[in-house]
């Protein structure tokens, strides 16, 4: 594979664990080739070699404690991709608003870290400074 370009970024910021995504691009700067690598080992493909295809939803959705619902649901796509079927519409309602209730679910948990980080912050450096402009020494929180 002869690249112009390869663009890497590592680490991956948005996601728990570590990991990095190579780019590969022609001289016209066309994506010719992706590549995602985890550099981090659990070991998981090697306790799930050999087991019936239809636990996996259930041993995938413990890979990570953030987000279990997105790997269980992950793991029964590719087991629907096995059987090569189309799931049934009840399937799919059943599906969605686990999706759904996962994404609201991480989103609060989430902000909420970054809210107290940055109300940290703030308590650190921006109210020391501005107690000092207002000409007070110390203040109760």
């Known amino acids: ?3 112009a370009r390869k663009v890497t970024i590592d680490p991956i910021s948005r996601l728990e664990g570590h990991g990095k995504v190579r780019i590969f691009l022609d001289a016209s700067g066309e994506v010719t080739d992706g590549r995602f690598q985890v550099t ?3 070991g998981y493909e090697r306790f799930c070699e050999g087991r ?3 636990e996996m939803p ?3 959705q413990r890979i990570c404690g953030i987000c279990p619902v997105i790997h269980q649901l992950a793991s029964a796509k590719a087991c629907d991709a ?3 079927g189309r799931i049934p519409d009840v399937a799919w309602l059943l599906r969605e608003p686990q999706h759904m209730g996962q994404f609201i679910q991480s989103m609060p948990f989430n902000s909420s870290i970054w809210q107290a980080l940055i109300c940290f912050w703030a308590g650190i450096v921006i109210q020391p400074s ?3 402009l207002a000409g007070l020494e110390s203040f109760q929180r």
């Open 130 to 132: 501005a107690m000092w």
């Open 82 to 84: 096995i059987l090569g």
């Open 1 to 3: 594979m002869t690249t």
């Open 58 to 60: 259930i041993i995938i």
């Open 40 to 42: 981090q080992f659990r």
């Open 52 to 54: 019936p295809f239809e």
